[in-house]
């Protein structure tokens, strides 16, 4: 079946650094992945939508020079987070739509815990 | 705009008894999938089911069954004889076809007691 690998599965760093979350279709070619946050005990926002060969859609209220999102190939999206502070510890899950199914269901990495001490 | 709602945040069963997690929608769509997901403590999704607007038909697997009415915008999930092993945070979602985002319910955390 149709696999996401997402990497690195967690992450610990000091306030300020930048971190990189990869998101890979490991089967098909994803057009368009998206990228999820979820707090503690809460459940999971979309982030953005990543397109690939064009500029992410962010949602409201995501600064999108904070998340920065790459999508240069049909199995690969990016998510840089920037000068990382400990607010932005969370869980973050990536998805990727296979065309070749129609687009549904949309298939999902395993996440990154990424902690900013 | 798309909406779901969870309203139990934490249900706590004994084993073996039947357990079911609510799931009411909002959408403007009439054409939308819904899903339901499983989170254990580990953090990863398993996908359960996914139905799409025009699949009313109710749908079982396994101890897992899912009642879908379109009339009261609810996509209910009822596990049988549960196990100690469902204990997960279980997500009710939503995707419009118009542009395919998966919009969460809050989850409901279901603990199943041996």
């Known amino acids: 079946g149709a696999v996401v690998s997402q990497h690195p599965s967690r992450v610990i760093c000091k306030s300020g650094t930048s971190v990189k979350i990869e998101c890979r279709s490991l089967d098909f070619q994803a057009t368009t992945m998206f990228w999820y946050r979820q707090f503690p005990k809460q459940s999971l926002m979309l982030m953005a939508t990543s397109n690939e060969g064009s500029k992410a859609t962010y949602e409201q209220g995501v600064e999108k020079d904070k998340f920065l999102i790459n999508h240069a190939s049909l199995t690969l999206s990016t998510l840089t987070v920037t000068s990382a502070h400990p607010e932005d510890s969370s869980f973050y899950i990536c998805?990727?739509?296979?065309w070749g199914t129609g687009g549904q269901p949309q298939h999902f990495g395993d996440g990154t815990r990424l902690s900013i001490l | 705009a798309q909406k779901v709602t969870q309203a139990q945040t934490e249900i706590s069963v004994v084993e073996k008894e039947d357990v079911t997690l609510d799931c009411v929608y909002e959408?403007?769509?009439?054409?939308?999938?819904l899903f339901w997901y499983k989170q254990p403590p580990s953090g990863e999704l398993v996908f359960l089911i996914r139905r799409n607007s025009f699949d009313e038909q109710n749908e079982i697997s396994g101890r897992y069954s899912w009642n879908f009415q379109k009339s009261t915008s609810s996509f209910n999930f009822t596990i049988t004889a549960s196990q100690v092993v469902d204990s997960a945070v279980y997500f009710c979602?939503?995707?419009?076809?118009?542009?395919?985002?998966?919009?969460f319910g809050k989850g409901t955390r279901l603990h199943i007691l041996p």
């Open positions: 959408t403007r769509d009439t054409t939308y999938y």
């Open positions: 998805s990727a739509r296979d």
């Open positions: 979602a939503l995707s419009e076809s118009r542009d395919d985002k998966i919009i």
